[in-house]
């Protein structure tokens, strides 16, 4: 298998990531996959009030 001269990250292990330019890989920051996946306050509250003002929209337009 022939391959080019490619100006690229092999150690990135994905194909957008290495094609990024090193200056931009630099600021990325390596996020655990368990952190992702962690529910915050944050989530709770962005969901209880989204969940409220849908059902306030929706008694309103019933009414």
Same mark, same amino acid.
């Given at each position: 298998? $022939? $391959?080019?001269l490619? *100006?690229s990250?092999?150690?990135?292990?994905?194909?957008?990531r290495?094609s990024?330019?090193?200056?931009?890989? $630099?600021?990325? *920051?390596p996020?655990?996959?368990?952190?992702?996946?962690?529910?915050?306050?944050?989530?709770v $509250?962005?969901?209880a009030s989204?969940?409220?003002? *849908?059902?306030?929209?929706?008694?309103?337009f019933?009414?």
């Amino acid at each position: 298998m $022939r $391959r080019s001269l490619v *100006l690229s990250d092999e150690s990135a292990r994905h194909w957008f990531r290495s094609s990024l330019p090193p200056h931009v890989k $630099r600021d990325l *920051l390596p996020i655990p996959a368990e952190a992702l996946w962690r529910l915050t306050m944050s989530d709770v $509250r962005g969901f209880a009030s989204t969940y409220v003002a *849908l059902t306030a929209a929706i008694f309103v337009f019933i009414l």
